[in-house]
């Protein structure tokens, strides 16, 4: 089996797919993440049910384009408390610039993380360290820095953001849980 080297339509969908229930199988793991403004213990459910109205949405779609209306459309509308919210902009930031395309290469998911990351950021009033911003953010860092750095095959770019992805999560903990602005977008 050869490496995936430019995501088609069927592929983002089985992803998105994919990444719902990968969300709902950690959703109380996640749950317990949550503590900043207040541990209200809902984040993993939030970003779960946002995930269930993408999926719902891409049963009649078919298409880069109309898989990447039905990612946009479906987050924005089943967003659901301040995660959601921002996992949806990560979402339509991704989406937004994968829809012009019929299947994304490796620059694509380059600049569809930087776009998510930043449309995140700008959705949120005082972004704070220790978030889904700063998993955001490490993933699209470690992805940018791949790229400028001659990885330019989608898995080994997936690769990066993963690894980058998990080791912002372990540091969670250790971040200062105040507002403060720690990135700011282009």
């Given at each position: 089996?050869?490496?995936?080297?430019?995501?088609?339509?069927?592929?983002l969908?089985?992803?998105?797919?994919t990444?719902?229930?990968?969300?709902?199988?950690?959703?109380?793991?996640?749950?317990?993440?949550?503590?900043?403004?207040?541990?209200?213990?809902?984040?993993?459910?939030?970003?779960?049910?946002t995930?269930?109205?993408?999926?719902?949405e891409?049963?009649?779609?078919?298409?880069?384009?109309?898989?990447?209306?039905?990612v946009s459309?479906?987050?924005?509308?089943?967003?659901r408390?301040?995660?959601?919210?921002?996992?949806?902009?990560?979402?339509?930031?991704?989406a937004?610039?994968?829809?012009?395309?019929?299947?994304a290469?490796?620059?694509?998911?380059?600049?569809?993380l930087?776009?998510?990351?930043?449309?995140?950021?700008?959705?949120?009033?005082?972004?704070?360290?220790?978030?889904?911003?700063?998993?955001?953010?490490?993933?699209?860092?470690?992805?940018?820095?791949?790229?400028?750095?001659?990885?330019?095959?989608?898995?080994?770019?997936?690769?990066?953001?993963?690894?980058?992805?998990?080791?912002a999560?372990?540091?969670?903990?250790?971040?200062p849980?105040?507002?403060?602005?720690?990135?700011?977008?282009?």
């Open positions: 089996m050869s490496a995936l080297e430019k995501l088609a339509p069927a592929d969908r089985r992803f998105v797919i990444y719902r229930d990968a969300l709902r199988s950690h959703q109380d793991e996640l749950n317990r993440l949550n503590v900043y403004p207040v541990p209200d213990g809902d984040t993993g459910t939030n970003m779960a049910l995930l269930e109205s993408v999926v719902g891409l049963e009649s779609a078919d298409g880069m384009a109309e898989i990447c209306h039905a459309h479906g987050s924005l509308m089943g967003a408390g301040n995660s959601g919210v921002i996992l949806s902009q990560i979402l339509r930031g991704l937004d610039t994968f829809s012009d395309h019929d299947e290469s490796a620059a694509d998911l380059v600049a569809g930087r776009r998510a990351t930043d449309a995140a950021y700008q959705a949120v009033l005082r972004p704070v360290e220790g978030t889904i911003l700063t998993v955001a953010r490490a993933a699209t860092e470690a992805v940018e820095a791949a790229y400028e750095g001659g990885e330019k095959s989608l898995a080994g770019l997936l690769d990066r953001a993963a690894a980058a992805a998990r080791e999560v372990q540091r969670t903990p250790d971040l849980m105040k507002p403060e602005r720690i990135y700011q977008p282009a």
